[in-house]
């Protein structure tokens, strides 16, 4: 059975809702010895104790518990004692955490009585419980586990729900080891654990229970924009210009442009975004601004007044001298002869 139960869990909650605990019981029935039994407490020798319990939330666990003892009499007989309670538990972890110890408050309603009773009637009569219990937990599945549960008899309890034949307020204790198991749902998004790729948050079905914070469809641990809807290509990010570039890496993410310019467009493909370019639907360069230069004399076309001939700046990018003038002018030679 240990071998069954050592898995990888952390005690009763969520994950393993379910505990399982099998042991024995101590019963002191009436201290001052009224009922005719040995007012000393009995203990049972036998595995006499079985409970089980389903974890519910909040550190609270809904119980169901089923013990029986053999109780001596002063008489010499012996009376089968034996109870069926149901309840709910508290764990202080909620509260406290104390590591392996794990103390809890108990309460709830049960069925006592036996074949021969435990009191002057052999019906059954009903009772509440209140009790205190620790486990401590040897690994994450196994427990040992010490109750004591204080039964209360009330004639108005029983008269209402039972037979109103009498009964007997008394003590019980019980001592076994605990189990702890099953497949639960950690983070409750309706995905077993042993399924969920993310146990410990909650998420959708289907993304196998891990989280899409923005929900578009890509798990937040995959999601490169977690908390923007985006694009599975572009790992969960936005392109809101839809040039392949995510916006938190596009220097224009509203005007689709080329990755070459972090995302900025270049209309006249000349590696210069529009932003910079003096002359965006020309072809140029980075010297000129993005500008062409016909004659490489360094005036950009658009203020170059001869964009054909090379001429410096300061006269407009037209040569200073040109030989073109010469047609304005006519030159004479004085021929002299000498004999």
């Given at each position: 059975?240990?071998?069954?139960?050592?898995?990888?869990?952390?005690?009763?909650?969520?994950?393993?809702?379910?505990?399982?605990?099998?042991?024995?019981?101590a019963?002191?029935?009436?201290?001052?010895?009224?009922?005719g039994?040995?007012?000393?407490?009995?203990?049972?020798?036998?595995?006499?104790?079985?409970?089980?319990?389903?974890?519910?939330?909040?550190?609270?666990?809904?119980?169901?518990?089923?013990?029986?003892?053999?109780l001596?009499?002063?008489?010499?007989?012996?009376?089968?004692?034996y109870?069926?309670?149901?309840?709910?538990?508290?764990?202080?972890?909620?509260?406290?955490d104390?590591?392996?110890?794990?103390?809890?408050?108990?309460?709830?309603?049960?069925?006592?009585?036996?074949?021969?009773?435990?009191?002057?009637?052999?019906d059954?009569?009903?009772?509440?419980?209140?009790?205190?219990?620790?486990n401590?937990?040897?690994?994450d599945?196994i427990?040992?586990?010490?109750?004591?549960t204080?039964?209360?008899?009330?004639e108005?309890?029983?008269?209402?729900?039972?037979?109103?034949?009498?009964g007997?307020?008394?003590?019980?204790?019980?001592?076994?080891?605990?189990?702890?198991?099953?497949?639960?749902?950690?983070?409750?998004?309706?995905?077993?654990?042993?399924?969920?790729?993310?146990?410990?948050?909650?998420?959708?079905?289907?993304?196998?229970?891990?989280?899409?914070?923005?929900?578009?469809?890509?798990?937040?641990?995959?999601?490169?924009?977690?908390?923007?809807a985006?694009?599975?290509?572009?790992?969960?990010?936005?392109?809101?210009?839809?040039?392949?570039?995510?916006?938190?890496?596009?220097?224009?993410?509203?005007?689709?442009?080329?990755?070459?310019?972090?995302?900025?467009?270049?209309a006249?493909?000349?590696?210069?975004?529009?932003?910079?370019?003096a002359?965006?639907?020309?072809?140029?360069?980075?010297?000129?601004?993005?500008?062409?230069?016909?004659?490489g004399?360094?005036?950009?076309?658009?203020?170059?007044?001869?964009?054909?001939?090379?001429?410096?700046?300061?006269?407009?990018?037209?040569?200073?001298?040109?030989?073109?003038?010469?047609?304005?002018?006519?030159?004479?030679f004085?021929?002299?002869?000498?004999?």
């Amino acid at each position: 059975m240990l071998s069954l139960f050592s898995v990888s869990v952390m005690a009763q909650n969520d994950t393993n809702p379910w505990k399982l605990t099998v042991g024995t019981n101590a019963i002191q029935v009436d201290p001052k010895g009224s009922s005719g039994t040995d007012s000393d407490t009995q203990i049972s020798q036998n595995l006499s104790y079985l409970e089980v319990s389903r974890y519910v939330g909040g550190g609270f666990s809904i119980d169901i518990v089923g013990t029986f003892n053999n109780l001596d009499r002063e008489s010499g007989d012996e009376n089968l004692y034996y109870s069926f309670d149901l309840g709910t538990s508290l764990s202080a972890n909620q509260i406290l955490d104390l590591g392996k110890f794990e103390p809890s408050l108990r309460a709830g309603v049960g069925i006592a009585g036996g074949v021969s009773g435990i009191s002057a009637s052999s019906d059954d009569f009903l009772v509440t419980y209140a009790g205190l219990g620790v486990n401590y937990w040897f690994n994450d599945a196994i427990a040992l586990s010490l109750k004591s549960t204080y039964k209360i008899y009330s004639e108005e309890l029983d008269g209402l729900l039972g037979n109103g034949d009498g009964g007997l307020t008394h003590l019980q204790h019980t001592a076994g080891v605990s189990f702890a198991f099953g497949d639960g749902d950690t983070d409750r998004d309706g995905v077993k654990d042993s399924v969920d790729a993310c146990p410990e948050v909650a998420g959708l079905e289907s993304l196998n229970g891990c989280p899409d914070d923005d929900g578009d469809g890509i798990k937040n641990s995959d999601d490169d924009c977690p908390l923007t809807a985006g694009l599975a290509s572009l790992n969960g990010c936005p392109d809101a210009d839809g040039d392949g570039i995510k916006d938190s890496e596009d220097a224009c993410p509203n005007v689709a442009g080329v990755a070459a310019l972090n995302g900025c467009p270049d209309a006249d493909g000349d590696g210069i975004t529009d932003a910079d370019d003096a002359c965006p639907n020309e072809a140029g360069s980075k010297e000129m601004n993005g500008c062409p230069d016909a004659d490489g004399d360094g005036v950009a076309d658009k203020d170059d007044k001869c964009p054909a001939v090379a001429g410096p700046a300061s006269n407009d990018g037209c040569p200073e001298y040109p030989l073109s003038m010469l047609a304005d002018y006519d030159i004479n030679f004085d021929l002299k002869v000498q004999y």
